[in-house]
């Protein structure tokens, strides 16, 4: 009951940060960001909007200005590059702070809706910014829209080229003396109109970690059903050279990690000098980087195995009816119990400094834990040698019965007062 | 489990949806009186076809390009009449290998049927579908790399074209409707790969082909109408002469002689086969 308080309490307390926008927050990972845009995707879908389709909105309601002179100068005399253009026009506007200001070499720059009158000739080249450029006079130059349309009506006329960066070209029956281009998107944003970042709420943030360490934590779990499916035996091996030889499996995969660059240069060097070896060093460059993954994804999943097997044969010990003590419970145990930290950073990452800790925390223990069993991997070459994983007794003596109640070698089970269980490890 | 199963699935199309950035470009020129063109397309990755267009527009382009490896061209110059378009590597290039449905660059070129056209090709990477019939094709240079191309000619040439030269390099090349091209030379050079010469048409001038094959397999579509007269010169090819008569080098039709259409088919060949199969 007091636990469900508990609960209670923390959702209150989430919901009334909810709704504040939190400046002290932690960058969301590379790991976690893609479901977490997944999550952002359909809590848009929900509410009817994204922050994309709000970014592109045409802005129609600057107020149509003339853009003084000055600040970076960009030359719309050569349109055929677009994206040069682009890139050309996009600094210029980042540049701006303050008052926008912009040079155009033989012609000008507009922002907001522009209009050309059938009787007026416009000499130069034209930028218009946010609003679109109706021409039904003569403009001389070439002509740029950044976020609006071109519409040449019909006895209007462009002698130049014509560039809409995140717009459109109408011709309705007018002249366009040059080329038209046409980028329909356009990363450009005026400085005027562009948007703060939305700060995350503590809801949305909490979702993102969330939906990111879920989809890690499911990831992991299928990877190591997987293992145990088709390589319990080595899996097992690993494991326990993690639970018997923990220090000296960590001394090992701390040792692995600073070698691997240099045994990797070592294996291209030598197979370049070899010259018959330059045929296989794509293949040996694709191994070796598997084999790395193997070893630190294999050895991460081997210590959550151990991690499990230790806990739920503690709990065994202590009378716990326990289901099905085997493999995949151990590595489902052992998942929930490493990623434990990472919820604990999902649910409070938001929190100024505490949040920080708890990262620094969850990302500390899975270094330690993924180098030992990265280490356990090493030693026990992928899980072929047994030699540290304190097996020295026959295989047919290491059954559950064996391994929890039962002394070696036949002695009727039961436990004698004073004496000491067998603990492998724990 | 089947939630599970569900996120785990969401997160990895959300991974995949991600992975590429298309964006559409889109350029064209009015036709201000123009009475030719100079062509030139260059098209690094993805698929391209292109075709007749309106003949108000001088050309026009639309792109759907991948953004972080390639930029648009198109760039008319106002001297020679000539313009530019296609695709070419920003830096790096390359092909993203994503999946068979995410190497979706797309381009489709129209060009306008009013205007005699000088057309040049360059494509790399390319599963190309050029259609050329009705047009007013003057001259044609088309070089592909590791590509699939499918030229056609499904009209008559609107003039008369002095020369379509290609080149293929590990290609998979048909050309299609040969005889409406009214190409008084075509050669023809292939590195490796299959190539399909179609020389079905209308035949209203004759023509001069020469071919050259370093290793591959070469079909000859071959209308029995025309006069046709092979010179071959090969290394290691097998060749079925069935329905030709030999005379000194060179295989010949029955009608050569009295046929007032004639193709002479020059054809150097290393390792391969050529096919002949007959147009009725």
């Given at each position: 009951?007091?636990?469900?308080?508990?609960?209670?309490?923390?959702l209150?307390?989430?919901?009334?940060?909810g709704?504040?926008?939190?400046?002290?927050?932690?960058?969301?990972?590379?790991?976690?960001?893609?479901?977490?845009?997944?999550?952002?995707?359909?809590?848009?879908?929900?509410?009817?909007?994204?922050?994309p389709?709000?970014?592109?909105?045409?802005?129609?309601?600057?107020?149509?200005?003339?853009?003084a002179?000055?600040?970076?100068?960009?030359?719309?005399?050569?349109?055929?590059?677009?994206?040069?253009?682009?890139?050309?026009?996009?600094?210029?506007?980042?540049?701006?702070?303050?008052?926008?200001?912009?040079?155009?070499?033989?012609?000008?720059?507009?922002?907001?809706?522009?209009?050309?009158?059938?009787?007026?000739?416009?000499?130069?080249?034209?930028?218009?910014?946010?609003?679109?450029?109706?021409?039904?006079?003569?403009?001389?130059?070439?002509?740029?829209?950044?976020?609006?349309?071109?519409?040449?009506?019909?006895?209007g006329?462009?002698?130049?080229?014509?560039l809409?960066?995140?717009?459109?070209?109408?011709?309705?029956?007018?002249e366009?003396?040059?080329?038209?281009?046409?980028?329909?998107?356009?990363?450009?944003?005026?400085?005027?109109t562009?948007?703060?970042p939305?700060?995350?709420?503590?809801?949305?943030s909490?979702?993102?970690?969330?939906?990111?360490?879920?989809?890690?934590?499911?990831?992991?779990?299928?990877?190591?059903?997987?293992?145990?499916?088709?390589?319990?035996?080595?899996?097992?091996i690993?494991?326990?050279?993690?639970?018997?030889?923990?220090?000296?499996?960590?001394?090992?995969?701390?040792?692995?990690?600073?070698?691997?660059?240099?045994?990797?240069?070592?294996?291209?060097?030598?197979?370049?000098?070899?010259?018959?070896?330059?045929?296989?060093?794509?293949?040996?460059?694709?191994?070796?980087?598997l084999?790395?993954?193997?070893?630190?994804?294999?050895?991460?999943?081997?210590?959550?195995?151990?991690?499990g097997?230790?806990?739920?044969?503690r709990?065994?010990?202590?009378?716990?009816?326990?289901?099905?003590?085997?493999s995949?419970?151990?590595?489902?145990?052992?998942?929930?119990?490493?990623?434990?930290?990472?919820?604990?950073?999902a649910?409070?990452?938001?929190?100024?400094?505490?949040?920080?800790?708890?990262?620094?925390?969850?990302?500390?223990?899975?270094?330690l834990?993924?180098?030992?069993?990265?280490?356990?991997?090493?030693?026990?070459?992928?899980?072929?040698?047994?030699?540290?994983?304190?097996?020295?007794?026959?295989?047919?003596?290491?059954?559950?019965?064996?391994?929890?109640?039962?002394?070696?070698?036949?002695?009727?089970?039961?436990?004698?007062?004073?004496?000491?269980?067998?603990?492998?490890?724990? | 489990?089947?939630?599970s199963?569900?996120?785990?699935?969401?997160?990895?199309?959300?991974?995949?949806?991600q992975?590429?950035?298309?964006r559409?470009?889109?350029?064209?020129?009015?036709?201000h009186?123009?009475?030719?063109?100079?062509?030139?397309?260059e098209?690094?990755?993805?698929?391209?076809?292109?075709?007749?267009?309106?003949?108000d527009?001088?050309?026009?382009?639309?792109?759907?390009?991948?953004?972080?490896r390639?930029?648009?061209?198109?760039?008319?110059n106002?001297?020679?009449?000539?313009?530019?378009?296609?695709?070419?590597?920003?830096?790096?290039g390359?092909?993203?290998?994503?999946?068979?449905?995410?190497?979706?660059?797309?381009?489709?070129?129209?060009?306008?049927?009013?205007?005699?056209?000088?057309?040049?090709?360059?494509?790399?990477?390319?599963?190309?579908?050029?259609?050329?019939?009705?047009?007013?094709?003057?001259?044609?240079?088309?070089r592909?790399?590791?590509?699939?191309t499918?030229?056609?000619?499904?009209?008559?040439?609107?003039?008369?074209?002095?020369?379509?030269?290609?080149?293929?390099?590990?290609?998979?090349?048909?050309?299609?409707?040969?005889?409406?091209?009214?190409?008084?030379?075509?050669?023809?050079?292939?590195?490796?790969?299959?190539?399909?010469l179609?020389?079905?048409?209308q035949?209203?001038?004759?023509?001069?082909?020469?071919?050259?094959?370093?290793?591959?397999e070469?079909?000859?579509?071959?209308?029995?109408?025309?006069?046709?007269?092979?010179?071959?010169?090969?290394?290691?090819?097998?060749?079925?002469?069935?329905?030709?008569?030999?005379?000194?080098?060179?295989?010949?039709?029955?009608?050569?002689?009295?046929?007032?259409?004639?193709?002479d088919?020059?054809?150097?060949?290393?390792?391969?086969?050529v096919?002949?199969?007959?147009?009725?």
């Amino acid at each position: 009951m007091s636990a469900y308080k508990r609960l209670l309490g923390i959702l209150a307390l989430l919901t009334l940060a909810g709704g504040h926008p939190l400046r002290a927050e932690i960058p969301v990972d590379g790991i976690t960001s893609r479901a977490a845009d997944l999550v952002d995707h359909m809590l848009g879908l929900i509410t009817g909007f994204t922050q994309p389709e709000r970014r592109h909105q045409p802005q129609s309601q600057v107020r149509p200005q003339e853009i003084a002179t000055g600040g970076t100068t960009v030359d719309l005399s050569n349109l055929s590059q677009p994206t040069l253009i682009e890139d050309r026009l996009g600094s210029a506007l980042n540049q701006s702070s303050g008052q926008l200001r912009i040079t155009i070499p033989g012609g000008g720059a507009r922002r907001g809706d522009f209009s050309l009158g059938s009787s007026e000739t416009r000499s130069g080249h034209l930028l218009v910014l946010d609003g679109t450029a109706d021409i039904y006079g003569h403009l001389t130059g070439n002509l740029v829209t950044i976020r609006g349309d071109v519409v040449v009506h019909p006895g209007g006329v462009v002698g130049g080229d014509v560039l809409t960066l995140g717009g459109r070209v109408r011709d309705e029956g007018g002249e366009i003396g040059g080329e038209v281009r046409t980028l329909r998107s356009t990363t450009l944003l005026s400085p005027a109109t562009r948007p703060e970042p939305a700060p995350l709420s503590a809801w949305q943030s909490v979702l993102r970690r969330t939906a990111g360490v879920l989809g890690v934590f499911l990831a992991l779990t299928l990877l190591g059903f997987g293992l145990v499916m088709f390589g319990r035996q080595n899996l097992e091996i690993v494991s326990d050279t993690v639970s018997h030889s923990f220090g000296r499996a960590f001394v090992t995969g701390l040792l692995g990690q600073i070698l691997l660059l240099p045994t990797f240069g070592m294996l291209v060097v030598g197979l370049i000098l070899s010259v018959a070896g330059i045929l296989l060093l794509p293949f040996a460059i694709a191994v070796f980087a598997l084999l790395v993954v193997i070893g630190v994804v294999g050895g991460y999943l081997a210590v959550a195995h151990a991690m499990g097997e230790t806990y739920t044969r503690r709990r065994m010990a202590m009378g716990t009816l326990v289901g099905s003590p085997n493999s995949y419970r151990y590595l489902l145990v052992g998942l929930v119990a490493l990623s434990s930290l990472w919820v604990a950073w999902a649910l409070f990452g938001w929190v100024p400094i505490a949040g920080s800790i708890v990262w620094g925390a969850a990302f500390f223990a899975s270094w330690l834990l993924g180098t030992a069993g990265f280490g356990a991997a090493l030693l026990s070459r992928a899980g072929i040698k047994e030699n540290f994983a304190g097996r020295l007794l026959p295989p047919e003596a290491l059954t559950d019965e064996y391994l929890w109640a039962t002394p070696q070698f036949g002695v009727p089970a039961g436990r004698k007062p004073g004496t000491r269980t067998p603990s492998r490890g724990l | 489990m089947r939630r599970s199963i569900a996120v785990l699935g969401m997160m990895l199309w959300a991974g995949l949806v991600q992975a590429q950035t298309m964006r559409p470009f889109e350029t064209f020129r009015q036709n201000h009186g123009e009475t030719r063109l100079g062509a030139r397309v260059e098209y690094a990755a993805g698929n391209l076809r292109l075709l007749p267009g309106q003949a108000d527009e001088l050309y026009r382009m639309e792109l759907s390009y991948d953004e972080d490896r390639y930029v648009p061209v198109s760039d008319f110059n106002n001297q020679t009449g000539a313009v530019l378009l296609g695709l070419k590597p920003a830096g790096q290039g390359g092909v993203r290998v994503v999946s068979r449905s995410q190497l979706s660059q797309q381009a489709t070129v129209a060009l306008s049927p009013a205007v005699d056209l000088s057309l040049d090709l360059t494509l790399g990477a390319v599963n190309a579908d050029v259609e050329l019939g009705g047009l007013r094709v003057n001259n044609l240079h088309l070089r592909t790399g590791a590509s699939r191309t499918i030229l056609r000619f499904s009209q008559p040439n609107a003039v008369r074209c002095e020369l379509a030269a290609i080149s293929a390099g590990a290609a998979e090349v048909s050309l299609m409707g040969l005889g409406n091209s009214r190409c008084d030379e075509v050669e023809f050079e292939g590195g490796m790969g299959r190539v399909l010469l179609d020389f079905a048409g209308q035949w209203t001038s004759s023509s001069r082909v020469e071919v050259k094959m370093a290793m591959g397999e070469l079909t000859l579509r071959l209308p029995r109408r025309i006069g046709l007269r092979i010179t071959m010169d090969r290394f290691l090819s097998s060749f079925e002469a069935a329905g030709l008569i030999r005379r000194d080098n060179a295989f010949q039709s029955p009608n050569y002689q009295s046929s007032t259409r004639h193709l002479d088919l020059d054809l150097t060949t290393a390792m391969g086969g050529v096919n002949v199969e007959w147009l009725d």
